[in-house]
């Protein structure tokens, strides 16, 4: 499992373009029959990828830095297919996850376990820290709570479903969906946004190989820009206002974890105070 280190905004400012690739996006989370995670000391998420091949199942292993005998000893997760389709089985009992299904494991669950029905079948996990145990909810394609936003002239028509809030899903920290932009829009997250009380993270799926997300980060007065290829993921400080720009049209799995889970406690960043 890879670490990563909390940055403050006065670091982020002086980064150079490698520096804040290596310490805020995270590009190969995916590779075939393996699970990889990602620990980053912002709000001591971990971001996993599993890509079990048919008939090789993979099983969610417990990294020697949580000092559990389980994964979920402590944490809860977030798990959704992104791509191909499988099942996930949570101590003996199998879910069924076609691509954009959504799977909520919460704390003391002993054993995960990753199956491929197609070749090519990825899993995206987000775990946090849980208080306490509340139930395995599996969430289908299409469920959820959906907001349509944004207007055809500012290129930025988007549906917003919400896999996991408070109000369908009793989770301890995470809140989870999924935000797809219609054919002609390209912006994501814009008006843009910060929240002191909650770290981001997005993953970028459903871009073509040639096509890549302009994601800006950073305090809004001294903005800072990745480009970002398909199935990778950014980190968002709480601190660091997340939004992007596409060469064509997308979708994104955007995962919280903090403080708290009022979906609406954001703080408004103008377009003209960017810069």
């Known amino acids: 499992m890879e670490n990563r280190y909390a940055h403050s905004p006065e670091e982020v400012a002086t980064m150079t373009t490698a520096q804040l690739r290596a310490n805020f996006l995270v590009t190969d989370l995916f590779q075939a029959g393996k699970v990889n995670m990602v620990y980053t000391h912002q709000d001591r998420v971990i971001l996993g990828g599993a890509e079990p091949l048919p008939g090789a199942p993979l099983t969610l292993p417990t990294p020697d830095e949580l000092r559990a005998e389980h994964f979920l000893d402590r944490r809860e997760a977030a798990i959704l297919c992104i791509a191909g389709a499988g099942t996930v089985t949570a101590d003996g009992t ?22 491929a029905t197609q070749p090519g079948t990825r899993f995206y996990f987000f775990s946090a820290p849980a208080h306490t145990a509340y139930p395995t909810t599996h969430i289908q394609p ?9 207007e055809v002239a500012q290129c930025n028509v988007r549906t917003l479903n919400r896999l996991i809030i408070p109000e369908n899903v009793k989770t301890c920290q995470i809140e989870i ?25 997005y993953l970028y799926i459903d871009l073509g190989p040639d096509d890549r997300v302009v994601h800006i980060m950073g305090k809004p007065d001294e903005s800072r820009h990745m480009l970002v290829a398909n199935h990778q993921v950014t980190i968002a400080p709480d ?17 919280m974890a903090g ?3 009022d979906f609406d406690d954001m703080d408004p960043v103008p377009i003209t105070a960017i810069s």
């Open 94 to 115: 199998s879910y069924d996850m076609p691509k954009e299904a959504c799977l909520y494991v919460g704390r003391g669950v002993e054993s995960v376990e990753f199956t």
């Open 142 to 150: 299409g469920e959820g709570d959906v907001r349509h936003l944004g």
């Open 177 to 201: 969906g999924l935000t797809r932009l219609v054919e002609g829009s390209v912006w994501n997250s814009m008006p843009a946004h910060t929240h002191e009380r909650r770290m981001e993270c």
């Open 239 to 255: 601190w660091s206002l997340h939004c992007g720009v596409g060469t064509s049209n997308y979708a994104f799995i955007w995962a």
């Open 259 to 261: 403080e708290n889970q």
